[in-house]
């Protein structure tokens, strides 16, 4: 499917670091150097039922510091991020509210591309929705098939986790872990017929009310993990550089995906696996399905400036579990003028130490707060807040706004 627009990015006069990402699997900070100059990333994208909230931007924004931080260090970056159009959450809000599912689908995921285009997060190159996917999760599926690695209970087809070897290694889990948080997560450890509580569904036969394809198996729709398996190997192969999304994907998602691709293929899903923290509100994560939302659309609504809202999130480390409050959008918003105030100066105290910091930082696990402060830092020495206004740099504003849009995203 289509993406959103591309927003103009600056090219940087200086380029910065190699990037080195904090590894779920192996717990270290672990060098992303692509071979060959040529980064894959794969993110996973939205389950189209409700509109954008502060959760799901600061993880796309998050990953959209990644995919800047390459450019910067001179990568050409292949990114692939699905839409999970179908499935149960998606189905079931489209009948309590009485819309058709593929029309709810349709009208979250344009509203999702305006809340990314107006954040200024760089659009993958391939958005691939589930249901356009199917003809490729049932290839995958065949190929699993084939190694042995299926089995069916009544008209569903399972996926045996005892069939790859390397089951556990993505997320590092006790298995007492995994069997408390797999049914929270869409997971049926209780149903009759399974070989072990932990396997996942790979293809879900078609139930009466529900829409279904179809397939060697009989009519159906694709569980959840194989989507992502099957769009990132279609789009960027084995072993690519860093799967993403946030840390609510840890298990199952992302180890079930691992396991769907070493065992079909025999190769690695991703190199290295990295989750954005937890987005909370009113003391909870903030998620669809408790309700306790603050949405992207309804600020921009609102008429808050976007880069006010990307600023609030950039405050943030990405990993940090953290609370949204209105009061630190209000001070980004003052924050913001400070800038544009300094930035309108023209000249301003020296700028290339200022870059090569903001490129340090932000190779380093993507430290976006440490970031602000710098570009803050300038701010104050440019606007003379303690006295000592040394605007001897005259094309400092330029080159400061430069790198405030080509590496953390905020056009001012
Ligand atoms: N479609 C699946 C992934 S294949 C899914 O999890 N969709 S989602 O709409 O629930 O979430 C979209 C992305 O936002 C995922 O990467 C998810 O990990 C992330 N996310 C969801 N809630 C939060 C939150 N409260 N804070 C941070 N990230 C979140
Ligand atoms: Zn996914």
Not at 73 to 86: C, I, K
Not at 223 to 248: K, R
Not at 274 to 303: C, I, Q, T, W
Not at 328 to 356: H, M, Y
Request: hydrophobic fraction near 40%; charged fraction near 25%; proline fraction near 7%.
């Amino acid at each position: 499917m289509r993406a959103w627009p591309a927003p103009d990015v600056p090219t940087l006069t200086v380029t910065g670091p190699e990037v080195a990402l904090h590894d779920t699997a192996t717990g270290q900070l672990v060098p992303v150097v692509p071979e060959d100059g040529h980064a894959r990333l794969y993110v996973c994208g939205i389950t189209p039922y409700d509109a954008t909230h502060m959760g799901h931007a600061a993880t796309y924004v998050g990953f959209d510091l990644l995919n800047r931080a390459w450019r910067n260090a001179g990568h050409a970056v292949t990114y692939a991020q699905n839409v999970t159009d179908v499935d149960d959450p998606l189905l079931e809000r489209a009948a309590k509210v009485g819309i058709d599912w593929v029309e709810l689908a349709e009208r979250e995921t344009e509203l999702f591309r305006q809340d990314m285009t107006a954040l200024r997060v760089l659009p993958p190159a391939h958005y691939t929705g589930a249901v356009e996917s199917i003809p490729l999760v049932i290839g995958l599926i065949e190929r699993l098939r084939a190694a042995g690695a299926v089995y069916q209970v009544e008209d569903d087809l399972y996926f045996s986790v005892a069939a790859d070897p390397t089951f556990g290694e993505e997320s590092n889990y006790p298995r007492e872990l995994m069997l408390e948080i797999f049914p929270e997560r869409g997971g049926d450890p209780d149903r009759p017929g399974k070989k072990d509580p932990l396997d996942c569904v790979l293809w879900r036969a078609e139930r009466p009310g529900e829409p279904s394809w179809p397939s060697p198996f009989g009519p159906g729709r694709p569980g959840w993990h194989i989507e992502c398996s099957a769009i990132s190997l279609e789009h960027l192969g084995t072993a690519f550089d860093v799967q993403g999304g946030g840390s609510d994907l840890v298990f199952p998602h992302h180890e079930m995906c691992a396991g769907h691709t070493q065992v079909a293929t025999g190769e690695r899903f991703a190199k290295v696996y990295a989750h954005a923290g937890m987005v909370a509100y009113d003391g909870e994560k903030m998620s669809k399905s408790k309700g306790n939302l603050v949405f992207v659309s309804a600020l921009r609504n609102s008429d808050i400036d976007p880069m006010a809202i990307r600023l609030t999130l950039l405050r943030h480390h990405y990993r940090s579990d953290w609370e949204w409050t209105d009061a630190e959008l209000f001070d980004s918003v003052d924050t913001l003028a400070q800038w544009r105030k300094a930035l309108a100066l023209g000249s301003g105290a020296p700028a290339g130490p200022v870059i090569e910091d903001v490129l340090e930082v932000l190779a380093a696990d993507l430290d976006a707060p440490a970031a602000v402060e710098l570009i803050q830092g300038w701010v104050d020495a440019t606007l003379g807040v303690d006295g000592l206004a040394d605007n001897t740099d005259h094309d400092a504003a330029g080159r400061i706004a430069a790198v405030l849009d080509a590496a953390l995203g905020l056009s001012l």
